[in-house]
């Protein structure tokens, strides 16, 4: 059964410092693996989806990476602003679609002004 | 953003009481999900569909039924709520086996959550 661990489970820094979140999974046999945003009382949103045949995806400051031989994703944030305190989440989809998704408990993140 | 609809957004109700959740999507994608979200437990999932009257189970789907008529609606039913079933319950959609000439992405998109309070 796949398990996905985010760590750190919550983070604090100040503005305008970059940083890693990191997610790592146990089986290495993905189809893709997806970031989420999820601000309090909301839905989550979409931030990058990386393909199991891809290394990386760039969206503006955000940079993830994908290396399905170690079980590891990091989700990069550049130059980090208030705005981006949110929690953090990485689904992968082991099997198709269905329910093969399975999410990491998401990273706190609150980035100090 | 993906054309996902939830309603309602907040409810309460009583021990014993049937309630109903509905997810609407404007997308035409094939899958369709309901999860439920809760503090120190994440995301689970409670049923999923993979195409009109197709519907399976999910890892927490003791309590709980779907439906879904048509490719845009997939209701999720409470047949008689208890006060475990209070949580926040998201649905969300995905693409995956669509496309034209090739697999979708399989890029997930969630709806904005429907808070649920059992008293």
């Known amino acids: 059964k796949q398990e996905v661990t985010q760590i750190p489970a919550a983070l604090s820094v100040p503005e305008g410092e970059n940083l890693v979140l990191n997610c790592s999974f146990t089986d290495s046999a993905i189809y893709n693996l997806q970031w989420f945003r999820q601000d309090p009382g909301k839905g989550l949103t979409s931030l990058l989806l990386?393909?199991?045949?891809?290394r990386e995806q760039t969206s503006g400051r955000l940079n993830a990476s994908l290396d399905k031989s170690s079980g590891r994703s990091t989700l990069y944030i550049a130059a980090s602003q208030p705005g981006d305190s949110a929690t953090y989440l990485c689904a992968v989809n082991s099997g198709g679609g269905a329910d093969g998704l399975t999410f990491g408990k998401g990273t706190h993140l609150i980035i100090q002004p | 953003d993906a054309g996902i609809t939830q309603s309602p957004r907040h409810k309460v109700t009583e021990t014993g009481t049937p309630v109903t959740l509905r997810c609407h999507q404007t997308e035409n994608h094939r899958y369709m999900y309901w999860y439920r979200q809760d503090p120190g437990h994440g995301l689970r999932l409670i049923h999923y569909?993979?195409?009109?009257?197709d519907t399976d189970k999910g890892e927490v789907s003791d309590g709980y039924s779907v439906s879904r008529s048509k490719t845009e609606d997939f209701l999720l039913t409470l047949e008689s709520a208890t006060s475990s079933q209070t949580s926040v319950y998201f649905c969300a959609i995905n693409a995956w086996g669509m496309g034209q000439g090739a697999t979708s992405t399989g890029e997930l998109f969630f709806g904005e959550g429907s808070r649920l309070t059992v008293l």
């Open positions: 990386i393909q199991s045949s891809q």
């Open positions: 569909s993979y195409g009109v009257k």
